[in-house]
């Protein structure tokens, strides 16, 4: 049986099942439908597999726990998507460790700036978008004048 069969099967009952729960603990996302679905709040026993799942991470965080997931942040800040929104949604401002991911991609360093910092970059991250010379770029320039 698969994860998402054992999942299926589990959210069609409507009710936990145990020996379900092992086959399901082997993939992130099925383990965060999971709690979200059946359980219907925190899965202590799912969260090392979800916390391996920068996405699945950030969206735990916000959406079954409504706080940090800090088992899950070493995982979040390698990836930019992840990084901006859990500094946005889950610590509601400035999230130092988010920044290098962050600071790869111009979108998410932009909109770091305007929705998050609310003002100019970090040095590091300010430096990394100017060179990066794109519409982004551009924006930000007109944005922090």
Do not use: Q
Not at 86 to 113: D, Q, T
Not at 115 to 125: E, H, N, Q
């Amino acid at each position: 049986m698969t994860p998402k069969e054992a999942y299926d099967k589990t959210k069609e009952l409507g009710k936990r099942i145990p020996e379900l729960e092992l086959v399901i603990l082997k993939d992130a996302c099925y383990s965060f439908l999971y709690a979200i679905h059946v359980i219907e709040g925190k899965w202590e026993l799912g969260e090392p597999t979800i916390s391996k799942n920068a996405y699945y991470s950030y969206r735990y965080a916000i959406e079954v726990i409504e706080d940090r997931f800090v088992l899950g942040e070493p995982t979040i800040i390698k990836n930019a998507f992840s990084s901006f929104y859990y500094a946005k949604e889950v610590i509601k401002g400035r999230w130092e460790l988010g920044e290098p991911a962050i600071s790869k991609n111009a979108y998410y360093s932009y909109h770091y700036a305007l929705d998050v910092i609310k003002g100019r970059l970090p040095d590091f991250m300010h430096n990394a978008l100017l060179l990066s010379n794109n519409e982004f770029a551009k924006e930000y320039v007109v944005y922090i004048k």
